[in-house]
């Protein structure tokens, strides 16, 4: 390392640019051309080389390896993925939620369940689902303030990247949390129920006791078509809750959707796995299948 290459944080994605949180200065930063032509793409809380031009820009020239990452949102190095979803207004969409528990599981990241706006719709039905997955599930109201101090202290020291659709009030729970934050928060559109995407770009939150909050833009369903969120292999340890009744499929290649003697779907029938986990599932195991259709042989 000559004397101008220094390591920091990302802790803004905006635009083509970083920046660089590095012993507590700011340095903006554009990505060097080698990392443009090897398609390495710096993400939000990336540790990165970077040359400091001495007047608060600079270059990153490396990225150092990471523990993990997420195509959705696109963030590194995280401790927890937050879904944040509203009990009502937006509607919850189990399908998302499941997809982002994929996204999750996948990058071996701790996932927990944030069902917020509680002050509007009792959350048994969503909370149950979740907990028998074995997701820990977090109830809270950003708007009443409640659940709020239990979330921010299993969040304590952690790096916690908070994602879900837009209007679910990410924003505003970041700013019940911790006070000083001042995130903007968006209305509903009355017309079609949905968030007006108020947040543009992640933003890594250094918190008070340690560790750092990321909020995200929300982002809908459709993004989820533009990235591979998994391979069809991957799939079926996606969903942590059927890892205990695969081992009984009566057949080896199950592919644990309707099969005889399938020990998932005998799981499903007693109530052991929630209907609305396996039917995502399913949904899953029929895009990838398609998808997947030359690559993977199934039978
Ligand atoms: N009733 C109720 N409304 C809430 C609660 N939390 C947030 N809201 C409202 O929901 C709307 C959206 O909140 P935001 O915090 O902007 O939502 P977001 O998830 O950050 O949305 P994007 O930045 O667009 O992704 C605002 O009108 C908030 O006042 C809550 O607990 N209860
Ligand atoms: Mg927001
Ligand atoms: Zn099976």
Redesign the pocket.
């Known amino acids: 390392m000559d004397g101008k290459t220094r390591l920091g944080r990302i802790i803004v994605s905006r635009k083509g640019f970083f920046t660089v949180d590095a012993e507590n200065r700011l340095i903006v930063c554009a990505a060097c051309t080698r990392l443009r032509f090897e398609k390495k793409e710096p993400l939000c809380g990336d540790f990165v080389e970077f040359e400091d031009n001495g007047d608060g820009t600079g270059f990153i020239t490396d990225i150092v390896n990471r523990k993990n990452s997420f195509p959705r949102p696109p963030v590194a190095n995280a401790d927890i993925l937050a879904i ?1 979803i ?1 009990l009502s ?1 937006p509607e919850p969409d189990l399908f998302y939620v499941d997809k982002m528990t994929c996204i999750g599981v996948k990058a071996g990241v701790e996932t927990i369940i944030v069902l ?5 719709k009792d959350p048994a039905e969503l909370k149950g689902i979740y907990e028998k997955c074995g997701f820990p599930v977090f109830l ?5 303030n409640t659940g709020v101090n239990e979330l921010r202290d299993y969040l304590t020291g952690k790096v916690a990247v908070f994602a ?10 970041l700013n019940a949390m911790f006070p000083g934050y001042n ?6 559109s009355q017309k079609i129920g949905r ?5 543009r770009h992640i933003q890594l939150f250094k918190t008070p006791a340690g560790g750092y909050i990321a ?1 995200t ?2 982002f809908t369903s459709l993004d989820f078509e533009r990235f591979d969120l998994m391979s069809f292999e991957e799939l079926k340890n996606s969903f942590p809750e059927m890892a205990e009744y695969m081992p009984s499929c009566r057949f080896r290649k199950c592919g644990h959707t309707k099969e005889i003697g399938c020990g998932v779907v005998s799981a499903v029938e007693a109530g052991l796995i929630p209907k609305s986990r396996h039917e995502s599932y399913v949904k899953l195991f029929e895009i990838l299948k398609n998808k997947d259709k030359y690559k993977y042989k199934t039978d």
């Open positions: 944040v509203a207004n917020n706006k509680a002050d509007l809270t109201s950003a708007a009443g879900g659709p837009s209007g679910v009030g990410k924003s505003s729970l995130a903007e928060v968006g209305e509903l968030g007006k995407n108020t947040t909020d833009p929300g």
